[in-house]
């Protein structure tokens, strides 16, 4: 079974930019999640989708968003870029009603 | 103080030694223990899974949970330098729908020496 895919693996974008990152999840698996990984905060969690709906959402702004399609591939969008969003992002998915979680091999997202 | 705790490492053992990896954790409403390796540049891969107190094992893997003093272990027997990785704590409270996300400790930089 194909594990988690995420697209695009490195981005390099400008102050002020948006930027939208994509995830399809296993096969069969109905929930996503996203997280931030940055050399100082380490993991932290933005939000989860299950079944097109937001069900959890970390302390992030608002500038964080993201959305879940009926196949389950989700996307999250960062508007109006800031240096320190520069990070990797990780996506997870699970069946929903599990707690283990299975990441992809993340986005690195660098912002200049 | 942060809700997981855990020691950044470097870790530094000599080949075929048993490691021991531990975080500590303040929220005792967490109930989900995981531990993941994330090797240089990828993703985190889940090595074990647990939400009982006690032990678990899986071939040289063996994860130990004390909910009584908020305190998980992961232990490595026989490492290998491919053990060489990072690896983080992560735990949830809740469950299915609603639930939060993981909270992960900030990982624990581990060189296996040949």
């Known amino acids: 079974k194909a594990g988690v895919t995420q697209t695009p693996r490195y981005l390099i974008k400008t102050r002020g930019q948006q930027v939208t990152l994509s995830c399809s999840p296993i096969?069969?698996?109905?929930?996503v999640s996203w997280y931030q990984q940055t050399p100082g905060q380490g993991l932290q969690f933005l939000f989860e989708?299950?079944?097109?709906?937001?069900?959890n959402k970390g302390n992030f702004p608002g500038r964080f968003s993201g959305r879940q399609f009926s196949n389950s591939r989700s996307e999250m969008n960062v508007s109006t870029l800031e240096l320190g969003d520069s990070a990797l992002y990780l996506c997870?998915?699970?069946?929903?009603?599990?707690?283990?979680?299975?990441f992809g091999p993340g986005t690195r997202l660098l912002v200049l | 103080q942060k809700e997981v705790e855990q020691d950044p490492g470097p870790l530094s053992v000599p080949e075929g030694a048993i490691v021991s990896l531990n975080c500590t954790y303040s929220?005792?409403?967490?109930?989900?223990f995981m531990w993941y390796r994330q090797y240089s540049r990828k993703g985190p891969e889940l090595l074990m899974y647990?939400?009982?107190?006690g032990n678990k094992e899986d071939g040289r893997f063996t994860a130990q949970v004390d909910k009584s003093s908020k305190y998980i272990s992961l232990f490595i027997r026989d490492s290998q330098p491919s053990d060489s990785a990072t690896y983080l704590c992560?735990?949830?409270?809740?469950?299915?729908?609603?639930?939060?996300?993981?909270?992960f400790g900030k990982g624990t930089h581990l060189i296996i020496q040949p």
């Open positions: 997870a998915s699970t069946t929903g009603g599990s707690e283990t979680q299975y």
């Open positions: 989708y299950f079944s097109e709906t937001q069900r």
């Open positions: 929220n005792s409403a967490f109930q989900y």
């Open positions: 647990t939400y009982s107190s």
């Open positions: 992560a735990m949830k409270t809740g469950s299915g729908g609603g639930a939060d996300g993981l909270t």
């Open positions: 096969s069969g698996h109905r929930s």
